[in-house]
């Protein structure tokens, strides 16, 4: 993540990232957190999707024995995501073949279309 300046910056890090952990826990919903706060501190396209890979990365292999734990991580699920493997390939590639053709500005407003959308879409407004 982005150095941050200051007391207060590092304290507003910090607090997102608890906020980020809760909410990815409860509803899986810290991706558009994550996505507005480093949009908000302009990093470059690439950086921002490799940073979300490797946050997400990390802290999904944290929530592993919890959520084991609560009976969400079984043979079934295992098999599911099986199964759902070739369309995680085919997203990669399409991720990657978008990114190097999308200008940063565009970038940054899909960015927070989409998340916004999704906000939207957990509260139950559409």
């Known amino acids: 993540m982005p150095r941050a ?3 207060e910056s590092r304290r507003a890090v910090w607090c997102l990232c608890l906020i980020a952990g809760f909410s990815t826990m409860l509803a899986n919903a810290a991706g558009g957190i994550i996505a507005l706060y480093l ?3 302009s990093m470059p396209k690439l950086e921002l999707v490799g940073t979300t890979a ?6 999904n292999l944290f929530k592993v024995p919890f959520s084991a734990q609560l009976g969400l991580i079984g043979s079934d699920t295992l098999m599911l995501n099986v199964a759902l493997t070739p369309m995680i390939v085919l997203g990669l590639l399409a991720g990657r073949w978008l990114i190097h053709r999308i200008p940063q500005r565009q970038f940054d407003s899909l960015v927070l279309l989409l998340s916004s959308a999704a906000a939207l ?3 139950g407004a559409f």
């Open 5 to 7: 300046a200051g007391r």
């Open 39 to 41: 949009v908000a501190v």
């Open 54 to 59: 490797w946050f997400f990365l990390l802290l």
């Open 121 to 123: 879409r957990l509260i």
